[in-house]
């Protein structure tokens, strides 16, 4: 069965400082990965994709289909960057399928 | 606003009554999916749409819930017999599906929050 696990539902760092919110998957089929933001009282918006590879507000993910992990990292993190993350996969049978969302991580950047 | 847009943006409703939620799409997008999510979760998959054809639809879907978007456009969920456990945020999206699969992002409207009482 298709799941996304993202195992800390809080996490806290200070301005300037890395982070990493992890996410894991189950999927027998070619994964397409995203992470979902939503900031304070906003919708919820598409940071990143697997596939275009690209980095977006300084934020990066790499698909690591031995581990079935799709972190995602920041080297400094920005109190802009607090907000509520979500690790999303396609499982469906084709691209622009249903999405199965983790459970998401709130993360707080301190000043 | 060209974004997906979503009516009501609350609801209240007590034990046993209908109700139905619409979603108007971006226009030119093909897909339109329906999302539930409950407090401390994620969002999960209701059901979706391609033009006017429902193409999947959610275990999660009990009969006393249905979804139409009849000239595929806008989009109704209607749930029947309301239930306290019915009480959710509402979240429509929707998306250019081509073929490459490239672009295949799913843009989320603000949602419509329901209280069952």
């Known amino acids: 069965a298709q799941r996304v696990t993202q195992p800390e539902k809080l996490l806290s760092v200070f301005k300037g400082a890395p982070v990493e919110l992890k996410c894991n998957y189950s999927y027998s089929g070619s994964p397409e990965l995203f992470w979902y933001v939503q900031y304070s009282r906003q919708r919820l918006q598409l940071l990143l994709r697997h596939i275009s590879r690209e980095s977006i507000k300084g934020f990066t993910a790499d698909l690591n289909k031995g581990e079935t992990s799709f972190h995602l990292k920041k080297p400094f993190a920005q109190e802009e960057d607090s907000a509520m993350y979500y690790c999303a996969l396609n499982s469906g049978e084709t691209s622009g399928s249903r999405l199965t969302f983790g459970e998401g991580t709130q993360l707080t950047v301190n000043p | 606003d060209t974004g997906v847009s979503q009516d009501p943006r609350h609801k209240i409703t007590k034990r046993g009554q209908n109700v139905t939620f619409r979603c108007d799409p971006i226009s030119e997008h093909n897909r339109l999916y329906w999302y539930r999510q409950t407090l401390g979760q994620g969002p999960e998959f209701l059901t979706y749409?391609?033009?006017?054809?429902?193409?999947?639809k959610s275990r999660l879907l009990s009969d006393r819930f249905s979804a139409e978007r009849p000239k595929g456009s806008f989009s109704t969920l209607e749930i029947q017999r309301t239930e306290q456990g019915d009480s959710a945020m509402y979240l429509c999206?929707?998306?250019?599906?081509?073929?490459?699969?490239?672009?295949?992002?799913?843009?989320f409207g603000p949602g419509t929050r329901l209280t069952v009482l």
């Open positions: 999206a929707s998306s250019l599906v081509v073929a490459s699969g490239r672009k295949n992002e799913q843009f």
């Open positions: 749409f391609q033009n006017e054809a429902q193409l999947e």
